[in-house]
């Protein structure tokens, strides 16, 4: 699991080029639980670094965790566990 937020940004850049470079096989076509779950891997690293940006900008911009916290439908502890060391204020 990446630890900062370039390591994520360079691991979902990492599976945005292996699937533009993607070219199905024929042991592709018997497993499409295997391609969803390939594709939803991919939207949650680019929704993890989505995250992780906009919490980077909202600590920057002065606000609590415990505020950022409650946007996320945690608590500002929780959200400073997940978030504190993957981030650059």
């Given at each position: 699991?990446?630890?900062?937020?370039?390591?994520?940004?360079?691991?979902?850049?990492?599976?945005?080029?292996?699937?533009?470079?993607?070219?199905?096989?024929?042991?592709?076509?018997?497993?499409?639980?295997?391609?969803?779950?390939?594709?939803?891997?991919?939207?949650?690293?680019?929704?993890?670094?989505?995250?992780?940006e906009m919490v980077q900008q909202a600590?920057?911009?002065?606000?609590?965790?415990?505020?950022?916290?409650?946007?996320?439908?945690?608590?500002?502890?929780?959200?400073?566990?997940?978030?504190?060391?993957?981030?650059?204020?």
């Amino acid at each position: 699991m990446p630890r900062s937020i370039d390591d994520l940004i360079a691991q979902a850049d990492e599976l945005a080029d292996e699937f533009e470079r993607y070219e199905p096989r024929e042991d592709d076509r018997g497993e499409p639980t295997l391609m969803a779950l390939r594709r939803a891997a991919y939207r949650r690293a680019l929704i993890e670094r989505d995250l992780i940006e906009m919490v980077q900008q909202a600590r920057r911009a002065g606000n609590s965790w415990t505020k950022i916290g409650k946007e996320l439908g945690t608590s500002g502890e929780a959200a400073r566990q997940r978030y504190g060391d993957k981030i650059d204020v």
